[in-house]
Structure formats: C-alpha cells, structure tokens
C-alpha cells in the first residue's frame, strides 16, 4: 500500500492518478475535505494515522511551495517545511515506511547549473534552505529514503498555474509578459514525475535522483516558444530577474544533470514541445 500526502496538489493529484491506474492500492492524505486521512502539516502529525497501518512507501508531496511565501512567512514555513516533516517522516521511519522526499533544485545555489547529485548544496532562498535541512536529515539515516530533487513542474491541464500556464493564460488575455533573460528553467512534466515515482516504488530504488524535463532555457527563450505558437510575439518582454522585484535575489541557474536518472530509469522524459499543442489546444506542430 503507498500513501500519497498532499494527495490534492498539483504533484500529489497526478501521484495519485498514476499509481492507482498502475495497480497500486492507495490511501490519500490531504490538509482538505477528501482525503482517507487529514494530515494539516501546521501542526505536528499525531497519532500516527491508523489507516497508513499498512503502508510501505509514503510520497511527501506537501509542501509550502511558494519561494516569497516562505520568505515572508520564515517561522511558519520553517514549521511545516521542516520541523513537522521531519517529525512526520520520524514516524514513517519507526512504521518501516520508506519516504520519497519531494526535494528541489533550488537546494543549489544556482551559479553554475548543471548539478550532480553529490554537488554541494548551498541554497540562497529560504525554501531551498528548508529542503537542504530536511534531506541532511533523511542523508544522516540508516533507514531506506528516496529523495527526488526536481526542476519546475508543469502540467498541461487549464488550471497550470507553473510559469507555462501562466505565460498561456496572460498571453490569451491579450496581456504583456515580461521574462527573464538571465534566469534558466527546465519544464518539467508532472506526468513523467509521477510515472517515475511509480518506476522507484516498483524497482525498490533508494537515494538521491535529479528529475528534471529534457529541454532547460531562459525564462525569455520559454516565453518566446509560447508566444511564437499563439503569434504573439511582440507581447513578450526582455528584463532581468532582478528588475521583477521579488521577495528574495534569485538564483540564476539552478538546472540538475540528470544522468543518474537517464541511465538507470526505463522510460522517458517529456519535452515541452511535445506538450505545448495539448496546452495551446492547437493542432500538434510537426
Ligand atoms: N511545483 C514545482 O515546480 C516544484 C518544483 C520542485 C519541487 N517541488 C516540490 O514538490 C512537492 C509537490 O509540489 P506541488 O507543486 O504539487 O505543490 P503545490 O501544488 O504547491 O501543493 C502544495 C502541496 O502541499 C499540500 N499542502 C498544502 N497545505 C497543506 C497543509 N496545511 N498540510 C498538509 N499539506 C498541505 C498540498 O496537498 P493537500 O492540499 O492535498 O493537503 C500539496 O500537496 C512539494 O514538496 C514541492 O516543494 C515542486
């Protein structure tokens, strides 16, 4: 039996759809209505929920995901991103659950891109910090963990709210969209991260994997490859990541080398042109 917490995020929704549509049983835990179980990380998760009694892997999808939320809120999303996970994962531990960490690129500190799994870490915002501590935690254990670092998720629903379906949305609304030209994203499908969380439960993995799409660019090249398929070009402006006044400096360049996962996994990795006629809802370019 896997439990998916967080089950109704964006991540947690698709984890969930691909196990149970690949044989898995499930139990869900969400903060909301819905769920099997209610798991609000706020606070400390206790007792043990008694329906995970017979879990063998838990996927931790929940998260305060948002960079400036974390950096406006430091105490709070320290609390939830770190001390009640930590204490959550405890228990998965004395359970012999085995935990797949949700993790991030921004763990790096986003110099020189391209980063190795063994790579230093050393995050420049409050939200890579909060991975950092609690993966140092999961390295310091004997017991089983996956961490899973990824790169900016997407998926290719009307409801994307990742940069993909914002840049579409704004586009569509005949706005303006200004876009970095000094910061890199890799699109990565939320699909393929849920087949390959799939791929870890079924082969037994363990450690450390990079998941991260195929295609990395600057944040102006993917406003471009959007705009050029709805003809609206002229809409997209040049700036830097600093002229955006965001709540902390961000990093530049946090991109994952993702050899470790290309060798070892049997599937494949999703470009976003490959998703972009789905998302447009346009005829697929050939
Ligand atoms: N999206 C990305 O681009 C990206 C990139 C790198 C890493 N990640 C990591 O991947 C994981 C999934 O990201 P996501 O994009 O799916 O997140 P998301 O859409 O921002 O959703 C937030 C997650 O936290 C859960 N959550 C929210 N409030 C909660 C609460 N009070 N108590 C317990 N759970 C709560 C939500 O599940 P419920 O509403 O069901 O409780 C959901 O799973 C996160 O750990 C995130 O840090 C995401």
């Known amino acids: 039996m896997i439990a998916v917490i967080g089950s109704q995020g964006l991540l947690g929704r698709h984890v969930m759809a691909h196990l149970v549509r690949s044989g898995y049983t499930v139990v869900t835990s969400s903060h909301r209505p819905g769920a099997d179980v209610c798991i609000d990380l706020r606070e400390p998760v206790k007792p043990f929920p008694f329906r995970f009694r017979n879990v063998s892997w838990a996927v931790l999808c929940s998260a305060i995901s948002g960079l400036d939320q974390c950096a406006r809120d430091v105490a709070g999303s320290y609390r939830f991103n770190v001390v009640h996970t930590i204490e959550f994962i405890e228990q998965l531990f004395h359970h012999h659950v085995v935990p797949i960490f949700c993790s991030s690129d921004l763990v790096f500190a986003g110099i020189s891109g391209n980063y190795a799994e063994h790579d230093p870490r050393n995050p420049s915002t409050e939200y890579g910090r909060q991975k950092k501590i609690v993966e140092d935690y999961l390295l310091g254990q004997d017991r089983p963990w996956i961490i899973l670092r990824l790169s900016k998720l997407y998926a290719t629903t009307p409801d994307d709210r990742s940069p993909i379906g914002d840049t579409v949305r ?72 600093a002229e955006l006044n965001l709540s902390e400096i961000r990093p530049l360049n946090n991109t994952l080398d993702t050899h470790k996962l290309r060798s070892d996994y049997d599937g494949s990795l999703t470009t976003l042109d490959e998703c972009l006629s789905e998302i447009l809802q346009l005829p697929v370019e050939r």
Request: glycine content about 6%; charged content about 30%.
């Open 170 to 241: 704004r586009l569509q609304y005949g706005e303006r969209v200004r876009c970095a030209v000094d910061q890199m994203i890799t699109p990565t499908y939320v699909q393929d991260v849920a087949r390959i969380i799939e791929w870890c439960i079924r082969t037994n993995r363990r450690g450390c994997y990079h998941v991260a799409g195929p295609q990395s660019m600057t944040r102006y090249e993917l406003g471009l490859k959007i705009a050029k398929r709805l003809q609206a070009e002229a809409r997209i402006e040049r700036c830097s990541i």
